[in-house]
């Protein structure tokens, strides 16, 4: 069985990375004492947070089940409409980080 603590720790760096330069540029807004800039700065991290954290949420969840709908499938094809199913439904994930990425920064 694959360990997912270690196939979720290969995206850390990424999102540390983002993070932090999410960060920089909030604090950089926030240097000119303008409490308008630091709500905007705040704002577009939030909006960064919520598309990227849906995205790599969809991603850890379709890798599996892409796989078990394939060998489904594989074994029997008329059950394809119901695996297809199963394998949109994480997508609503990044639906709601879009949803959220736009609310955010509006």
Excluded: C
Aim: charged share 10%.
């Amino acid at each position: 069985m694959k360990n997912t603590a270690f196939a979720a720790a290969k995206y850390l760096p990424a999102l540390t990375a983002m993070t932090l330069f999410g960060s920089a540029f909030a604090q950089e807004a926030a240097a000119g004492g303008d409490a308008g800039a630091t709500a905007a700065g705040l704002k577009a991290i939030g909006a960064g947070l919520a598309l990227g954290l849906g995205a790599v949420g969809t991603g850890l969840a379709q890798g599996p089940i892409g796989a078990a709908a394939a060998g489904v499938v594989a074994e029997r094809p008329e059950k394809f409409g119901q695996m297809a199913i199963w394998f949109f439904i994480p997508e609503t994930l990044v639906i709601f980080g879009f949803v959220g990425f736009f609310l955010l920064r509006g």
